[in-house]
């Protein structure tokens, strides 16, 4: 399966915006890439995903290379809400029910 | 609407008591799972369905056991349980992979599990 690796933690200052890096270099071309995030005491929630282009939507942008071997979650204006685990995920529909969700990157923001 | 809904939220369990814990949805989804997650850690997938009837084995399975018989409830069993089965549970939802891999998946607000 393929796999994503992700920054163990990063920090952010309020209403700046947070690039969240997701490395996956033998994703496949049936892979969509997914990002979930976890808020403490909660479980798992989707943000986004995408497969080729990138993607907006009302919680995050996502920006997916061209080769599609690294992906960026972006959040455009951080507000102490966003503080999470943000897990990205590959998903294809062979094997796509095994989410692989690693460690994920712990979100810190501060005022 | 509410979606993925985990029943008990908080157990205490004695080593060798068994218990299950219920998962239902109300999305008409086809596919469950149960996920465990252990401190610091990412979840890791422990049973999954992808209908009614159909169960499969995750990562890991070792002392749970499940079963699917309607679309919208999916309880997870442990038969007698362990130390080592402490850990917070979660149950998630989707529509079916073979209508998109891009399916957003549900997930319960989980359940905490601790063995004494």
């Known amino acids: 399966d393929a796999k994503t690796t992700q920054p163990n933690s990063m920090e952010s200052n309020e209403e700046e915006p947070v690039h969240l890096p997701c490395n996956h270099s033998?994703?496949?071309?049936?892979?969509?890439i997914h990002w979930y995030r976890q808020l403490p005491s909660q479980g798992p929630e989707y943000v986004i995903h995408g497969l080729t282009s990138n993607v907006n939507n009302r919680m995050a942008s996502l920006a997916i290379a061209e080769d599609r071997k690294s992906s960026t979650l972006i959040l455009h204006r951080a507000t102490l809400r966003d503080a999470a685990v943000y897990y990205c995920i590959l998903r294809e529909l062979n094997s796509g029910y095994a989410l692989n969700f690693g460690k994920g990157t712990s979100l810190l923001v501060t005022p | 609407n509410a979606g993925v809904t985990q029943t008990p939220k908080f157990q205490v369990l004695k080593t060798g008591q068994s218990m299950t814990l219920q998962c239902a949805q109300d999305?008409?989804?086809?596919?469950m799972s149960w996920y465990r997650q252990d401190p610091g850690m990412g979840l890791r997938l422990i049973h999954y369905?992808?209908?009614?009837?159909?169960?499969d084995q995750g990562e890991v399975p070792n002392g749970y056991n499940v079963s699917r018989s309607t679309t919208e409830d999916f309880p997870l069993r442990l038969l007698s349980a362990a130390p080592s089965q402490t850990s917070v549970y979660f149950c998630?939802?989707?529509?079916?992979?073979?209508?998109?891999?891009?399916?957003?998946?549900?997930f319960g607000e989980g359940s905490w599990l601790t063995v004494v």
């Open positions: 998630a939802s989707s529509p079916a992979l073979r209508t998109g891999a891009g399916n957003t998946i549900y």
């Open positions: 369905s992808v209908g009614a009837g159909i169960t």
């Open positions: 999305m008409n989804h086809e596919y």
């Open positions: 033998t994703i496949s071309g049936t892979d969509y």
